[in-house]
């Protein structure tokens, strides 16, 4: 029991680590207080050793009972015992305390604090960018927009900088040091990037246990929005340009080394410059997000192979996902219908991966993108294609719906 239990305790801590936030002890800090953690519990185990070999040299080697009312205490040797047993006993009592309790242990070190606050510094620049004062009335002034099923936190209509700007807050009970590294040094890379059909991001921030995310406002809303609320009706040429629009944005998310891993018509914003692909990244925060808040973006647009998965939001993305899940995107655009609507999460792994059921192609559906819908859905997404080839199908599909 004194090897196991710390043993237990270590492994179990490494696996949630690795699980939740993606690499043990990233940072290091983190790593720093992984090697405290395991100094004291492997000084802790051979004490608790130590005082048991005692105790079996005693009761075995020397054939003395270390019970109390078995001892001969007018003997030598079972005075000596006791004295041993219970001196050892008490060092490592003592020591064990000493360590665990001892103040130094539970105060942070100065790496960690040091990086707190470079944390705090940077996400108050990344929250204004490129100014050196806020508006606290544009700040106040935030709008709530439609809330959405299973949607990570509230989205807020609200002004910066003298533009209309989306404000994304999510509130955790809990946040650790590593995820506000990720956040912050993912909204980073995020800003320096130049795409032209991926929403962009304004900046990040962070207050306590809230995280904010900006990002522009797109009047015209989602696509979702504009096939189911709005019901609007849209040319061939237009449902093609759309997806082409779509693609177009997936193919300059992959050529920066990214995925996106839940690509739905909730995630595509419809702007006066096209169509452009949101909600891409942040995927720690969101598995995070998906343990201490009941937050999934799986659903009727995922691939059989993440739906397998377990887990509530998705992982290990690779093209093949994003292209099966851009298929039933535009299949969307040519059906004007929802994919499995009502449907529940568990009912869809049996039915999409299990059973292997698609949506159906509707029958005036041009040749060529139905064809091309069929190939997302492969079954094998060894055979689905890659966005790169989508694209010049798609565009060869503009050029004629334009003539």
Not at 114 to 142: C, F, H, K, W, Y
Not at 182 to 208: A, Y
Request: with cysteine; charged share 20%; net charge negative.
């Amino acid at each position: 029991m004194n090897i196991v239990l710390p043993a237990i305790v270590l492994a179990a801590w490494g696996w949630l680590q690795c699980k939740y936030s993606g690499i043990l002890c990233a940072s290091q800090p983190m790593q720093e207080l992984l090697h405290s953690t395991s100094r004291v519990t492997l000084i802790w185990t051979v004490c608790r050793l130590l005082r048991g070999a005692v105790g079996l040299f005693a009761q075995f080697g020397l054939r003395l009972s270390i019970v109390p009312e078995l001892m001969d205490y007018s003997s030598p040797k079972h005075i000596l015992a006791s004295i041993l047993y219970i001196s050892v006993l008490l060092l490592s009592e003592i020591l064990c305390y000493f360590l665990v309790l001892d103040s130094h242990f539970f105060k942070k070190s100065a790496g960690v604090r040091e990086m707190e606050a470079s944390i705090t510094a940077e996400s108050q620049l990344l929250a204004v960018p490129g100014r050196e004062e806020a508006n606290d009335e544009e700040a106040e002034s935030l709008e709530p927009l439609p809330a959405r099923k299973h949607a990570l936190g509230a989205i807020y209509k609200s002004r910066h900088d003298f533009q209309q700007v989306a404000v994304r807050r999510v509130t955790f009970p809990r946040l650790n040091t590593y995820l506000w590294e990720e956040f912050l040094d993912e909204i980073e890379q995020l800003r320096r990037c130049s795409f032209q059909h991926v929403s962009t991001i304004i900046g990040g921030s962070f207050d306590q246990l809230t995280v904010q995310l900006l990002t522009p406002y797109a009047v015209l809303g989602s696509l979702h929005a504009m096939l189911h609320e709005r019901k609007e009706v849209m040319s061939l040429l237009r449902k093609v340009t759309t997806a082409r629009e779509v693609c177009m944005g997936m193919r300059e998310l992959y050529a920066e080394g990214r995925t996106h891993g839940h690509l739905t018509s909730y995630n595509v914003l419809i702007t006066e410059e096209g169509a452009k692909v949101a909600d891409a990244g942040l995927h720690k925060l969101k598995k995070f997000a998906g343990v201490v808040l009941n937050y999934t973006n799986k659903g009727a647009w995922s691939s059989p192979e993440q739906l397998q998965l377990r887990g509530r939001t998705t992982s290990k993305v690779v093209e093949s996902d994003d292209v099966y899940s851009f298929g039933v995107l535009v299949w969307e655009l040519v059906s004007g219908e929802e994919p499995f609507p009502s449907v529940s999460l568990e009912a869809l792994r049996d039915m999409v991966a299990g059973q292997q059921l698609r949506p159906e192609i509707p029958p005036d559906t041009e040749e060529e993108l139905g064809q091309l819908i069929k190939a997302c859905w492969n079954a094998n997404p060894g055979r689905r294609p890659v966005f790169s080839k989508l694209h010049s199908t798609l565009t060869e599909l503009c050029i004629r719906a334009e003539g």
